[in-house]
């Protein structure tokens, strides 16, 4: 007999999901087929059962389970059509034609008069032929390009095959193909060739083939190292740019393929040394150009940060190798020359001037990057330590210690922690001082940009001031070559930045600093400086912006912006942060301490004693903070974040975050910020940062997702990415912080299932459920309402609806956040508590839990007589929902009280929604038994308005005896 009840069970579920299938509703077919499989006791039952399912998954693109429920399908009725021709259909979206035309053919030699199934299984078998052809054709023209390589007599066909094959290699099977015809051996012949074209492009095939390939790269590098090695060798005897710079891109990218993952591989270990090897044999080589070793230096750097590549390089001798180089590189002045020719020289020829990088700078980045890869709780690698005290090292002869600042200024720009621990050394600053006395411009020039970096400590530039800020007053003046004066100007600025973050603190008076920053003006907004000058003078106006005056100077002036924009987007890695640092001045984004009663008495105690505390400027105040906030973002400032939200450095990236968030602060920049990229940035910045940065970044998201449209804000996929971010803010024990994370989370709940079941993978929903016991009300507030808008998921909806689901306990919350009568009422919690209890209460379970809790049918009647017609309505819905889920559920609200509520508001109410919802929940009273008829109730509302009056009296006795209770 059960089985019978079973296979009823089964055949109704089987129909409610056709029901929902042909209205589109996917979830909810699937969901009564998957139901019906577990009653379901026949054979032919359970197929068409399974068939459903398939048939739900290809609606729903979940082609991978629809092949599953398909071949359960097959394995009960091994011939079923339907079952065929779906699984071939989910093969063809996976891109499976072979396996989509088998299943169609068999559909087709089952059923010879389905015309769909034949039809299908030709048109799949066009589709496997071409993809086969396809395949071999691509094989075919690997072929013919290998051999026009070096078969031709033409050596520009040569060359042009060459260069196709680079591109065949471009993708994976053509990559395969040439591997398969043995490319590594046939090619490496053309290295020793006397063609550079041909060389040149052997390089570049060996750099595709090996980028992003583990498996291609411990082949291809070892071959190199034994069978190409005498041809390598006339590679870097050559010394041609082009040439070298591509041998440095085949080992480049074989390092970043290799080191992808966190530990290395036994085979991949000696393979790493052997690349690291030969790119510090390249960065060493004195008789290439610094160009080409600027390259080598690169390819490095790109995988410095991966796995153990910092302390490999570093154990091999690459900091050494790039300090030498650094150390012999050319003076700002001579690069100025160099570029003055080449600039010449392109103008003559009708040719732009391509954009040089200097090697110190690249030497510096790849520095900075390796210092953060290899310290250790805060503190620098020993031996990298170690390695630039040993480059560092001063003689007696003035001019002769050019190379040793050198070395000492590419330290200083990567990381001021061993610059510093550099400078303490003995008599290492007098040297300084010497070649800023001497007459040679050269040392004038190194002299003023190391003490311009040392400067940059503001704990150093204090003591700095006394010697050597006479020293560069003498370098910036007016007889001295520019290159000189910037830098002279910048650490002058530097030095009088100390303190000026407070008015009583200043170093230097106000008109001094407003003086600094005029000096500096010519230098950003003149087109006779190049982009060098621009970005010392950028330097030194961001030190210059920790004062008020300064700030307002530069908010006030639209061509210093015009020029500090223009440099944000430059993407210098050695400026960015004091770019960023400028703009977190300039709109007071740092952090600043908390004003508390305990602050306060400490201030007062600090001037009692004497000390000078810091006062803010009273151009610092909220209203000039805002306006220049306001300029930025006019002025398109998101858009120089944006780049500079590229920077590798951390610390860059956590004051652009900073900024961001100041300007995201006003909802009305929020669409501008989006629209100029800012979102996109964030997100990023979310997950690369500072755990502080990342905190900013994700509260800046927050505030824009609670005003914007998520779905326009962060289209596509990238609105799922806001969930991590925003569970993390959460979790800040920061009022404001926790209450705008929780709104953002509630806007995005609004979504879709999609969104909600990211939710609820991410524990958001968890989140939203503690903070519904947060001692702040707003928190409760939005909380409540964001876990409302996720019970439009089926999954989330049963967690909460069943007696089965996690958190099923905390219903009694919601009942008690849907009383009115409360003395921290909170009308928008009721709401949302009520609505969400709406939803729940088309679960039986949830209509039961309601009226064993003690206060549930109270707070019913409470939403019933409130006055309110929102609460009214969702009161009004929880019953009928109550009354049609079980009758001894609706017996409990027979009670004479809930009568008297309901028939007073069928006969007095003017509403149509109430009075649609009390004819129903009268009405089944009657069909139940309850009460004789719906009239013999009405006949009996005489006193209706009276007895609501009463009741509402009665609601709030009660709610004043349950806080009496509760206390």
Known sequence: MSTQKDEMKALQLKEEGTVSFKNNDFKAALKAYRAGIKCAKSTPTKVALFKNVAACELKLENYNEAIASCTAALELSPGDVKAFFRRSQAHEKLGDVKN???????????????????????????????KIQKEQSSKGISNDMVSKVFDSDNMETRRQALKNCVVLAREDHGARQLMESDAPARFLSLLGGEDEDLRVHTLFLFSTLVE??????????????????????????????????????????????????????????????????????????????????????NSVMHSIKKADIGLRFLALGGVRAMLVTAALSPSPLHEQQQRKLAEASAKKEGKEVSETVSIRNIVSVCMQRLYEATKAKGLPNEALLADCMSQVEFGEDPLGNIPAVKALIAIMAATVDIGNQILEKKDVFAHLMELAKSDSAEAQCVAAEAIAFASSDKKRARGIMLEGAPILKKLYEKEKDDIIRVRALCGLCKMAAVGSGAKNLRSMSEDSMINLAKKLRPFLISSKYDDDTRKWASEGLAFLSLDADVKEFIINDHEILKAVHKVCMGEDPMLQFSLANMLVNLTNSFDSPEKTPEHEELKKLGK????????????????????????????????????????????????????????????????????????????????????????????????????????????GQRSLELVKPLVTLSREFNGLMMFEAAMALTNLAGMNDTMRDKMSKEKA????????????????????????????SEKIFEQFATKEGKSFDRLKLWILFSGVEQDDFDLPTCLAASGGLAILSRSKDVCEKIVEEKQGTQILKELLVCGDDRLQHRGLHIIRNMVEADKAVAEKLTEKEMLVILTALNVTSQNPVVKEYTDNILEQFVSYGFVESVDSLRQNASQAARDIQLAKEKAKEDARARLAEAE
């Open 100 to 130: 989509a035309f088998k299943d169609m053919a068999n559909a087709s030699r089952y059923d010879p008069s389905n015309k769909a199934a034949k039809n299908g299984a030709a048109r799949l078998m066009q589709l496997a032929a071409s």
């Open 212 to 297: 992003n390939s583990p498996k291609r790269t411990l082949v291809i590098i070892p071959f190199l190292e034994t069978q190409g090695k005498d041809a390598i060798a006339k590679v870097i005897q050559h010394a041609s740019v082009r040439e070298v710079k591509a041998l440095s891109r085949v080992y480049g990218m074989g390092l970043g393929a290799v080191s992808e993952t966190e530990e290395m591989t036994k085979e991949a270990d000696p393979v790493v040394n052997a690349l690291l090897k030969q790119l510090i044999a390249l960065i060493k080589h004195r008789k290439l150009t610094l160009e080409v070793r600027g390259a080598a230096i």
């Open 608 to 715: 009692f004693a004497g000390e000078n505390i810091p006062e803010p400027h009273e151009l610092d105040g909220k209203e000039f903070v805002l306006k220049r906030v306001d300029i930025l973002v006019q002025k398109g400032f998101a858009t120089a974040l944006v780049a500079l939200g590229k920077s590798d450095s951390e610390a860059a990236k956590e004051q652009v975050s900073r900024v961001l968030l100041a300007m995201t602060d006003d909802p009305k920049h929020r669409g501008t910020v989006v629209a100029q990229g800012g979102a996109k940035t964030l997100l990023s910045l979310t997950r690369n940062n500072t755990e502080k940065g990342s905190i900013k970044a994700a509260h800046a998201l927050a505030k824009i997702a609670i005003t914007n449209n998520p779905e326009t804000a962060f289209p």
């Open 765 to 792: 929903v968890q989140r939203l459920e503690d903070m519904m016991f947060d001692e702040d009300h707003m928190i409760r507030r939005a909380a409540t309402e964001g876990l409302c808008n996720c019970f439009y």
